[in-house]
């Protein structure tokens, strides 16, 4: 059974900082990157960073771009996510995500094969 666990979220003021962190465990027959998605009350869950573990690329959402880094081992199942001079917007339950299949874009969520059970990240201002 595969389980993905995250973990570091909480509550904080506008400008500050947190970082996420997913470990994932169980048997993954493959994995060829992870993945960061939000979902603010009622809004459709939305695509934050990702990772390939092929080339070592990251992939950053417009509205994260300059605020949020992504980091990962591949080697150990799991990713972090850096998130930088957060605002009230960020506001969401924050869900890891593990994608097997290398075909398929990592923008979108129906291609990620296993997920974690989410975390808040509320900000105030």
């Known amino acids: 059974q595969v389980r993905l666990v995250e973990s570091g979220g909480g509550s904080v003021q506008a400008g500050d900082s947190l970082r996420l962190s997913c470990a994932a465990s169980?048997?993954?027959?493959?994995?060829?990157?992870m993945g960061w998605f939000r979902q603010a009350p009622g809004k459709q869950r939305e695509f934050v960073a990702a990772i390939t573990w092929s080339a070592g690329r990251t992939y950053y959402a417009d509205a994260v771009k300059g605020r949020f880094t992504i980091s990962g081992d591949s080697r150990k199942m799991t990713e972090s996510l850096q998130m930088n001079s957060l605002k009230p917007e960020d506001t969401a339950v924050y869900y890891c995500?593990?994608?097997?299949?290398?075909?398929?874009?990592?923008?979108?969520?129906?291609?990620?094969?296993?997920w974690g059970q989410g975390i808040q990240v509320t900000v105030s201002s």
């Open positions: 995500a593990v994608k097997g299949s290398y075909a398929g874009s990592l923008y979108y969520d129906n291609v990620y094969d296993h």
């Open positions: 169980g048997r993954i027959r493959s994995n060829s990157g």
